[in-house]
């Protein structure tokens, strides 16, 4: 079965640092996702993207925050100047539609200090 | 604001006894409620998807419900391999709340003793 696959599953950071999260979503899927899962928390919705722009996003993503998918294939979540806060596992997901299920991918560990 | 709550927090159940955990929900107009498996140190994997209350679906040992105000997955005669935390998710009808993406619960872990 197609996977979402998320690259690097572990990332430790500097506060203040740059950090890209990539993601290779499943071929077919047109509508993109990140979340994120604070230990012990709910899994929380960050941003949708779809047709190349974002449409919709959370409170918590700030412009600190920002997404792209530059060739058509790898789906990527940049957070410009991390903070403590931003420790936690991010999940990318996608689906065909938005009616459909959502895939997500095994996640990728955030960990700043 | 859309609401899910999931009870119990936890469950810690012998194998085969069976129970069911709960998801009570407040939404702007439910387009689907999702259940999801999440293994530790895993994302999320899909169970279920139901839209409308009444609705039912099963696969193996669970079988998801679904009223105007709540969702309950069942678990019949569950094994050691069923352990893990199931996650309650809906999707508002309604832009601006989240229409596009899952409100998720905090999740029920469960735990299936041998």
């Known amino acids: 079965e197609p996977e979402v696959t998320q690259t690097p599953s572990h990332q430790v950071t500097q506060m203040g640092q740059e950090v890209i999260l990539r993601c290779v979503p499943i071929?077919?899927?047109?509508?993109f996702y990140w979340y994120r899962q604070i230990l012990g928390q709910k899994v929380e919705f960050l941003v949708s993207?779809?047709?190349?722009?974002?449409?919709?996003k959370s409170e918590i993503f700030d412009d600190q925050f920002s997404v792209e998918r530059p060739d058509g294939s790898n789906f990527t979540l940049k957070i410009r100047s991390t903070k403590l806060e931003d420790s936690a596992m991010y999940f990318c997901?996608?689906?065909?539609?938005?009616?459909?299920?959502?895939?997500f991918g095994s996640g990728t560990q955030l960990s700043v200090l | 604001e859309d609401q899910v709550t999931q009870s119990p927090e936890a469950l810690r159940l012998q194998e085969g006894e069976s129970s069911s955990l709960n998801c009570s929900y407040t939404v702007s107009g439910l387009r689907g409620l999702f259940w999801y498996r999440q293994d530790p140190g895993k994302g999320p994997e899909f169970l279920f998807t139901l839209y409308s209350a009444g609705e039912e679906k099963e696969k193996e040992r669970l079988k998801a419900t679904l009223t105007k105000k709540e969702s309950f997955l069942h678990i019949t005669a569950p094994k050691p391999e069923d352990s893990a935390t199931y996650l309650c998710?809906?999707?508002?009808?309604?832009?601006?709340?989240?229409?596009?993406?899952?409100?998720f619960g905090k999740g029920t872990h469960l735990i299936i003793q041998p």
């Open positions: 998710a809906v999707q508002a009808a309604y832009s601006g709340g989240g229409a596009d993406g899952l409100t």
């Open positions: 997901a996608g689906r065909i539609s938005t009616n459909e299920k959502l895939f």
């Open positions: 071929s077919n899927h047109l509508y």
């Open positions: 993207f779809y047709n190349n722009e974002i449409s919709e």
